[in-house]
């Protein structure tokens, strides 16, 4: 009895020690990723959750100061104006991109077209541009002047200047612009390769019931592209109640009421104004704020489709 | 178990990442401030972040040539980033250089953590004040004139810059003299934007941030005083009257500063001055207005000029070498060597010394019509006022320019933008 005892037990202890070196080798395989995150991403994550109790400005102690930056971020009327301006960039910019997205992706990948692999290209290009060479590029087109781009092209029109610069709807146009300029190919080519991993059959099978186009785009195409819409409203709506490198090249820094948004507000109380801890109360709020909307979002991408 | 052995693989690998950080960190510094990494066992290393075109790099090879024992190593970058950079270092504690220089504008933020800094005083700067300006060195200071955090370089002292073109339309003197005898006062400023108005439809000025500038530069007292309390009800209110005043009537435009239509601006000649223009903005006109020489010149500003910009050398606390950083900038800021940097780079010197040089005085521009530059801007640099600006005199700054921008674009009542910008102001500056 005693014998057998033994051999089971060096038994198990190999096999345990088998499967430590695995999940020693798994560990190790992971763990850049994780190291990095820590250190970028985990640290400054928790370390602001900390600063949005202290008042501190960058260099001096700090003072514990309880929910007093919360308070007066949520009693600051430019923080709800920057929440408002963020929210009405967020559809201008946001809803267009994914719509045009979806229709752009569906017209590139029908058999019709020619010289796809150039549409592509050219579709995903604005992508890979910097930010901020956009945003100066944007900032001249949108001249407030007579003689800007857009205020010849609207001239034509007989609609008078409009000063992009400083009027409250101006900036919000010139910047969602902006954005969905630049994104609007990033979403496409996710939409394509969605739609090109349906399979054919389906669609052949739905042209032998006598499926109209609208039929099938209503009960393949859509259904089938659920989780990319998923995503892509996911990762867009985070994107744009970032925003913020566009509207700071655009407005530059006098931080304008029309086009200030959260991250630049909090930028602003942060790296302008030195009170770390209410910029660090703002972004926490924010975190909040995207948690709710990402869960709306869940919920209304959910029902698309069905 | 498993979760034993996790652990221990968890930290030795964090363990190996911070022994690498640390690794490259000594050799980081090495490179820049480490004092056995030369052969001779004596060389001391200096890193020197400068910003905007100061023409040090020539100076520094010229120092190294001396002191073969010193090594300056440049690095050069815009001034937002620099500024940026040395604050977050300064605040981790680690990264910042030997020598920083400060512009103005940041200057009073640094000052803020004086244990971050050198005292220079302790190192000779009292031995050296006597070369400078006397409002530029106290802008380097604390309240109480004990504590030094920098050593001047350039500065900006504001001169009225105008189209000579639209000046003759108008029927106004075009020669400079003249001109500064007939808008001698803000009042006959006004009055020559009527004319300038009637005679050729132009405005006075373009931005109304330098119309306010201007005024603004003449009070004692600006946006804060010593207690760092807000005060501008008080001083520059009549400034920001009298701006708003103009623009209504027309006779001053609605541009910002820095935007193309600015820059373009200066080139078509749609106005007629430009008050609180510094030596730098030389080159500026110039880069935008490539065509227009002849067309404009310089004049003083009715009532006295002011400062924009110019800045400072710094030796931050983690600096091993002190006293070799605090030697090097002495030299650099020195009149013969600011001198240089004039003729190399335009810096503008604060040392009243160079004012007397010959040669410098002699200094004159074709652009401008021949106007002997470096002459009206040393007497401009003279009557400059000592001002407190305090740690949060940007943040005014920018909020009130927001409110010149919205009577000038916008329309906006002045009253009604002022008490706005005020409460914008004051929302601010209570939570820090």
């Known amino acids: 009895m005693s014998r057998t005892d033994v051999s089971i037990k060096t038994h198990k202890k190999s096999s345990l020690n088998e499967k430590t070196k695995e999940a020693i080798s798994g560990y190790l395989y992971v763990s850049p990723f994780f190291i990095l995150f820590a250190i970028f991403g985990l640290f400054p994550i928790l370390f602001s959750f900390y600063l949005g109790f202290q008042k501190w400005n960058g260099l001096g102690e700090m003072e514990y100061v309880g929910l007093q930056n919360f308070k007066w971020v949520l009693t600051d009327e430019i923080f709800w104006t920057s929440l408002t301006n963020t929210l009405i960039m967020w559809v201008l910019g946001t809803l267009p991109q994914l719509l045009i997205g979806i229709i752009l992706a569906y017209a590139l990948n029908s058999a019709l077209i020619r010289m796809k692999s150039f549409f592509r290209v050219s579709i995903f290009m604005p992508y890979v541009t910097s930010t901020v060479a956009v945003a100066i590029v944007f900032g001249i087109m949108f001249n407030s002047q007579e003689f800007g781009l857009f205020n010849v092209i609207f001239g034509l029109f007989g609609v008078d200047p409009i000063s992009w610069g ?50 099938k785009i209503q009960y393949i195409t859509i259904p089938m592209l659920r989780p990319i819409i998923i995503l892509t409203v996911f990762t867009s709506t985070i994107g744009a109640l970032q925003l913020f490198t566009e509207p700071l090249i655009y407005i530059g820094r006098t931080y304008r009421e029309e086009g200030i948004t959260v991250v630049l507000y909090l930028y602003r109380e942060a790296f302008s104004n030195l009170a770390f801890g209410p910029a660090s109360a703002a972004a926490i709020i924010l975190f909040i704020i995207i948690i709710i ?8 991408a959910n029902r698309i489709g069905r | 178990m498993k979760k034993w052995l996790m652990l221990v693989v968890f930290s ?82 680690s990264g910042a250089p030997d020598i920083a220089q400060i512009e103005i504008s940041a200057i009073k933020k640094f000052l803020d953590a004086q244990d971050q800094f050198y005292n220079l005083n302790d190192y000779g700067a009292e031995d050296v004040a006597g070369n400078f300006l006397d409002w530029k060195w106290a802008q380097a200071q604390n309240v109480d004139g004990s504590f030094q955090i920098g050593l001047p370089t350039d500065i900006g002292p504001t001169t009225m810059f105008y189209r000579t073109d639209v000046m003759e339309e108008a029927g106004l003197p075009t020669d400079r003299e003249e001109l500064a005898e007939e808008i001698d006062t803000w009042d006959s400023y006004y009055e020559a934007a009527k004319t300038v108005k009637a005679e050729t439809g132009k405005p006075m000025a373009d931005a109304p941030q330098l119309v306010f500038n201007a005024l603004r530069d003449q009070q004692d007292q600006q946006y804060f005083n010593e207690d760092d ?35 373009n601006a200066m080139a078509d000649g749609s106005y007629a001055t430009m008050p609180g223009a510094p030596g730098w903005m030389v080159a500026n006109v110039k880069g935008n207005a490539p065509d227009a020489g002849g067309n404009w010149d310089i004049a003083n500003i009715p009532e006295g000029a002011g400062n924009w910009g110019g800045s400072f050398l710094t030796v931050p606390a983690e600096s091993e070498y002190p006293q070799e950083a605090f030697d090097f900038i002495a030299w650099l800021t020195a009149p013969e060597q600011q001198l240089r940097s004039f003729e190399i780079a335009g810096l503008f010197p604060s040392t009243p010394d160079v004012y007397e040089n010959e040669e410098f005085l002699a200094t004159t521009d074709e652009y401008f019509n021949g106007a002997p530059t470096a002459q009206i801007f040393a007497e401009a640099a003279q009557s400059v006022k000592t001002v407190y600006m305090g740690i949060n005199y940007a943040t005014v700054d920018t909020e009130l320019n927001t409110a010149l921008i919205n009577v000038a674009v916008e329309g906006a009542d002045p009253q009604e933008e002022w008490d706005a910008a005020v409460e914008r102001i004051n929302s601010q500056l209570e939570r820090q």
């Open chain 1, 166 to 215: 400083t009027s409250w709807w101006g900036v919000k146009v010139a910047i969602s612009t902006m954005v969905f300029w630049r994104w609007v190919g990033y979403n496409t080519i996710i939409y394509l390769a969605g739609l090109q991993a349906i399979p054919n059959e389906l669609y052949e099978a739905a042209q032998i019931d006598g499926a109209t186009i609208r039929q």
């Open chain 1, 293 to 300: 909307i990402s869960s709306i979002n869940v919920l209304i």
């Open chain 2, 12 to 93: 030795s690998l964090v363990f190996a990442l911070v022994a690498c950080s640390d690794d490259n960190e000594s050799a980081g510094s090495d490179d820049g401030g480490g004092n056995d990494s030369g052969g001779d066992g004596e060389t001391v290393s200096l890193d020197f972040w400068i910003f905007g075109s100061t023409g040090y790099g020539e100076l520094v090879d010229e120092y190294m040539e001396e002191h073969p024992n010193v090594e300056i190593t440049i690095n050069e970058g815009e001034m937002e980033d620099m500024h940026n950079n040395l604050f977050t270092s300064i605040s981790a504690g």
């Open chain 2, 229 to 263: 309390e807000l005060i501008i009800e008080d001083t520059v209110k009549e400034a920001y009257d009298y701006t708003t005043k103009m623009i209504q009537e027309d006779l001053i435009g609605q541009n910002e500063l820095w935007t193309p239509e600015w820059g």
